[in-house]
């Protein structure tokens, strides 16, 4: 009978550390979370297209989820962005990296071709996404803290994530990876293309992480893909704080997609001697600890983000600036 309590007891205490260890969004102050690696969380994939009604405009998402216990609460949200021409599933280990770390991800993929780029209608697009997720009937009703979204995305996607964050008060952390303010190569209407920085940089009072590419101003075949005029520099400088900006130091501005060689696009821009699969691991970090810190709420997540920041520019990977 003794034998048999302890046995139970044994059970029970092993039980509840690991609910503790499948619950990185407790936010306790011995958090040993890693977000270099993938978290605890089982994570499935579903793949929806919305149709916004008022403008028949539609956005593919592809929902990566985490599988946490049904007494879980709600979880925070981060909608990604891409780059121009680019889709969502091109970034899809940063949403798996998130959701294995209990953050919801939505990756969206617009309707825009090279001619009808605008960048109002693709904010439109962004903000619709996030209102039809977070319905009562949408595909994430009772699973998503409308309370706890961010969003995130690369080049046209960071600008968007940016926009995004100064129209809808409702974004409460943006995640940039080399974000770009300009339009296409030439300019355009500057109508279709609004400017984020300086000039709404001011209503944004999100958290924000920019990372950016080192070589994403120089050119390679025409104008480069970042211009130093309108890159992540620019977007820091303008920011309020909190703002937190991080160089990867011989990164080229596509060596963020999982596949960087997707071929036209990918090659029009300067890649560096660092490896893809090095820059693309840090910023799925930096980005996962910066979310964990500021949606999750896990204090821990943003001390981890500081030792990382601290070693890899010791290491000669990066430089920082904050704010």
């Known amino acids: 009978m003794v034998l ?7 059970w029970c205490g092993l039980l509840v550390r690991l ?3 499948l619950s990185p969004l407790a936010g306790a102050d011995g958090w040993e979370g890693e977000p270099s690696r993938d978290g605890p969380f089982r994570i499935s994939e579903l793949q929806a297209r919305l149709v916004d009604p008022a403008t028949a405009r539609e956005v593919s998402v592809l929902l ?3 599988q946490p216990a049904p007494e879980e609460a709600p979880a925070p949200l981060v909608l990604f962005s891409p780059g121009f021409l680019l889709r969502g599933d091109q970034y899809r280990s940063y949403g798996q990296r998130l ?3 209990g953050i919801i991800a939505a990756m969206l993929t617009y309707q825009v071709s090279l ?8 904010l439109g ?7 039809r997720l977070l319905a009562p009937d949408g595909p994430l009703a009772g699973r998503a803290d409308p309370s706890r979204v961010g969003t995130a995305g690369h080049s046209l996607g960071g600008k968007l994530s940016l926009l995004a964050a100064s129209a809808n008060e409702r974004v409460r952390a943006v995640g940039a990876l080399d974000p770009v303010d300009s ?3 030439g300019g355009g209407d500057p109508a279709r293309f609004p400017s984020v920085t300086p000039e709404l940089m001011d209503r944004i009072h999100a958290p924000l992480l920019l990372v950016g590419a080192e070589l994403g101003g120089v050119a390679q075949f025409g104008p480069p893909c970042a211009p130093a005029e309108e890159n992540y520099q620019r977007f820091f400088e303008a920011a309020l704080p909190p703002a937190l900006e991080v160089t990867q130091l011989d990164a080229g501005h596509m060596q963020y997609l999982d596949n960087p060689d997707c071929g036209l696009l990918c090659a029009v821009c300067v890649r560096g001697e660092a490896p893809s699969d090095e820059i693309r691991a840090a910023a799925q970090a930096y980005l996962t600890a910066f979310f964990l810190g500021h949606l999750a709420g896990i204090p821990g997540a943003l001390a981890w983000l500081d030792r990382k920041l601290a070693e890899d520019e010791a290491s000669g990977q990066i430089l920082v600036r904050r704010k």
């Open 99 to 101: 959701a294995s770390h």
């Open 4 to 10: 048999g309590r302890l046995t139970v007891l044994l």
């Open 115 to 122: 001619f009808s780029a605008d960048h109002r209608l693709l």
């Open 125 to 131: 697009d962004l903000l619709f996404v996030l209102d």
């Open 19 to 21: 609910s503790l260890a």
């Open 64 to 66: 990566i989820v985490p």
């Open 183 to 185: 339009g296409p190569p």
